[in-house]
Structure formats: structure tokens, C-alpha cells
């Protein structure tokens, strides 16, 4: 099982981002899959999350910016990230919930900067 974020990197107030989190190893569409991120000194939030019929919800802090999307032909899901701010870097990570066993994983991280 396995987990990989991609699409991190440096980029500068108001640009956008887009990650992208390919699954491996499990039934992708029977998992509720979520994003988070944990900026330095703070604890780990919810980003957002997508179900398996692709209703989503999102933090406060980014409804409005961010979009979560998943192919489940492609075993991926993905965040598509705008008007990014300073107070979005963190590191992101991809999380998958397995539907009625409530079984977890996580991806490694993949670092998002926003600074000028």
C-alpha cells in the first residue's frame, strides 16, 4: 500500500498549486480520500476531504481556494490550490480512509511554500 505526493514547491502569494496523490496497492474507489498539512510548531489539519461519490468538503480557512478532486481511474486525487497565502505552507500530506473498516494511510508529504 502506498501513497505518493507530488506537485509541491515554491510559489508566491496569490499563484496556485496543484498536488496530486496516486494510490497503490488498494481498492482506490471504496476510500474516502482527504488532504492535510502541518505547518511548523502546529498540529496536523484537515485540508479537505472527497467521498466515494465525490462530495467534498474543505477547512474554513481554504473553502473557496482550494478544490479537491479524484479520477478513480487513475487511482489519484488531487488539490488544486489558488490565491495561495503565506499561512498555506505547510507540508501536505494525502490520507485514505477505507469505507466500513475505517482503515488508514498516508502518503510521505510533499512541501508547499508560498513566500515572495
Known amino acids: 500500500v502506498q501513497l505518493v505526493e507530488s506537485g509541491g514547491g515554491l510559489v508566491q502569494p496569490g499563484g496556485s498549486l496543484r498536488l496530486s496523490c496516486a494510490a497503490f496497492g488498494f481498492t482506490f474507489s471504496i476510500h474516502v480520500m482527504g488532504w492535510y498539512r502541518q505547518a511548523p510548531g502546529k498540529e496536523r489539519e484537515l485540508v479537505g476531504s472527497i467521498t466515494i461519490s465525490s462530495n467534498t468538503v474543505y477547512a474554513d480557512s481554504v473553502k473557496g481556494r482550494f478544490t479537491i478532486s479524484r479520477d478513480n481511474a487513475r487511482n489519484t486525487v488531487y488539490l488544486q490550490m489558488g490565491s495561495l497565502k503565506p499561512e498555506d505552507t505547510a507540508v501536505y500530506y494525502c490520507?485514505?480512509?477505507?469505507?466500513?473498516?475505517?482503515?488508514?494511510?498516508w502518503g510521505q508529504g510533499t512541501q508547499v511554500t508560498v513566500s515572495s
Open positions: 490520507n485514505a480512509r477505507r469505507i466500513g473498516t475505517g482503515t488508514k494511510y
